[in-house]
Nanobody
């Protein structure tokens, strides 16, 4: 099970930290990805962090590089997405997902959370 939290309404330039509580998976083995879907648009991969066995490598889509940071707490089975310098185009429902390989495509991910809404607006 994956449960996202931390979404909300924020002004442009602001920050939010999303959390993904993971149960039934061990972060030693699974890659966790963050995806987002804006109204009328396809789901987009935002970031992912590989398993601890794969050295917890991080990946980002170009549009968020330098603004977003993914991290995890293996002990507490939590994955975070720190989002800074938010823009209106970051508005979307954000999902976390568990998969076996590092990818910003959604196909390799087997399990998904229910999503949390992020709205960036003045």
């Amino acid at each position: 099970q994956l449960v996202e939290s931390g979404g909300g309404l924020v002004q442009p330039g602001g920050s939010l930290r999303l959390s993904c509580a993971v149960s039934g998976f061990t972060l030693d083995v699974w890659t966790i990805g963050w995806f987002r879907q804006a109204p009328g648009k396809e789901r987009e991969g935002v970031s992912c962090i590989t398993s601890s066995m794969s050295d917890s490598k991080t990946y980002y889509t170009d549009s968020v590089k330098g603004r977003f940071a993914i991290s995890k707490d293996d002990l507490n089975n939590m994955v975070y997405l720190q989002m800074n310098s938010l823009k209106p185009e970051d508005t979307a429902v954000y999902y976390c997902a568990a998969g076996r390989i590092a990818s910003l495509a959604d196909i390799p991910y087997d399990y998904w959370g229910q999503g949390t809404q992020v709205t960036v607006s003045s």
